[in-house]
């Protein structure tokens, strides 16, 4: 059992639609990301919540719109995506914590949303 | 720019065996290595990792070296087990993110 729970597990979507991705972790972690993974590519980091405020938007397009809403909740908010976004999206989540460098810090991921876009 | 490299997209080894994963990084001040393994339709797990400060981490049949000067590091696996079919990730975690480099698919063959 993964103890990052990402839902749902697969989406498709028009390119007028607006939905959600969600992600939940009850570990007490502190530090949460959104990566996207196209097929046969590695993960590629997107956004970083710590403490539940943005700390780094690796210069996302605007229609992808995190929330972190409490520690143990992350969003992807998404709005008129483009076929190109179709790919699978991951959550992670790490015990952050200030003075420390969290890439160093195993992070926990969930088994991602496949999102298809028509 | 692909700054952390797996040159080997696939890996096919004999149960038993040993498996050696590479991976090569560019920047000399990275100082942090994890490796990850992915199975179809699961998230990444973490495995093991690796400060600069080492040149080897050991953890049961997983083994990382790192060799700084060639900029290289390696895992391998021993021994090989039909389970391990995944794809790894080696990463580097020197900042605030993780780079992952471009994978590898170990196949196990029983």
């Known amino acids: 059992d993964t103890e990052v729970t990402q839902t749902p597990k697969h989406l498709v979507m028009g390119m007028t639609n607006k939905k959600s991705l969600k992600c939940e972790q009850h570990m007490g972690h502190r530090a949460m990301y959104w990566y996207k993974q196209k097929a046969k590519k590695p993960p590629e980091l997107m956004f970083v919540y710590s403490y539940e405020k943005l700390s780094i938007n690796e210069s996302v397009p605007s229609r992808f719109s995190p929330e972190c809403p409490n520690s143990s909740l992350l969003n992807l908010h998404l709005h008129a995506l483009q076929p190109e976004d179709s790919a699978l999206y991951l959550c992670?989540?790490?015990?952050?914590?200030?003075?420390?460098?969290?890439?160093?810090?195993?992070?926990?991921f969930g088994d991602g949303t496949r999102l298809s876009i028509l | 720019d692909q700054q952390v490299k797996q040159n080997s997209p696939s890996l096919s080894v004999q149960e038993g065996r040993i498996s050696i994963l590479n991976c090569d990084y560019t920047n000399s001040m990275f100082d942090y290595f994890l490796w990850y393994k992915k199975y179809p339709a699961e998230g990444p797990t973490f495995l093991i990792s690796?400060?600069?400060?080492?040149d080897k981490n050991e953890d049961g049949r997983f083994t990382v070296f790192l060799n700084k000067s060639a900029k290289h590091l390696s895992l391998h696996i021993v021994p090989s087990q039909p389970g391990d079919s995944a794809v790894y990730f080696c990463a580097e975690g020197s900042g605030d993110k993780l780079t992952f480099g471009t994978g590898t698919r170990l196949a196990v063959r029983p």
């Open positions: 992670a989540s790490s015990p952050g914590g200030r003075g420390k460098r969290w890439a160093e810090q195993p992070q926990h």
């Open positions: 690796i400060s600069s400060i080492k």
